[in-house]
Nanobody, 115 residues
Framework: QVQLVESGGGLVQPGGSLRLSCIVP????????IGWYRRAPGKSREFVAG???????NYADSVKGRFVISRDNAKNTVYLQMNKLKPEDTTIYFC?????????WGPGTQVNVSS
């Protein structure tokens, strides 16, 4: 089954950086509606960052000024650059389209921020 595939997670110290990647099926990629989400254990999935069709992006208040969403059109890939990471950013990160929602959630990528 075709789905979005996340990668790039890992272990990083507080204050460090990671770049997550999301490979997107071409039809969905062209919609320019990809968002990043995260879900901590025992909590519901929350919005982190998302593309705005026509340009621009939205960010959750908790990551504003630290995270940046971008894309590489040649690779059908959407990135989440995460800077100044905090322990509370530790969780699994997912990407998903706001359109063509029939594409299922991928497995996610685990981010651990710890000293």
């Amino acid at each position: 089954q075709v789905q979005l595939v996340e990668s790039g997670g890992g272990l990083v110290q507080p204050g460090g950086s990671l770049r997550l990647s999301c490979i997107v099926p071409p039809r969905l990629f062209s919609d320019r509606t990809i968002g990043w989400y995260r879900r901590a254990p025992g909590k519901s999935r929350e919005f982190v960052a998302g593309e705005v069709y026509g340009g621009g992006a939205n960010y959750a208040d908790s990551v504003k000024g630290r995270f940046v969403i971008s894309r590489d059109n040649a690779k059908n890939t959407v990135y989440l650059q995460m800077n100044k990471l905090k322990p509370e950013d530790t969780t699994i990160y997912f990407c998903k389209g706001a359109t063509r929602t029939y594409y299922p959630w991928g497995p996610g990528t685990q981010v651990n921020v710890s000293s």
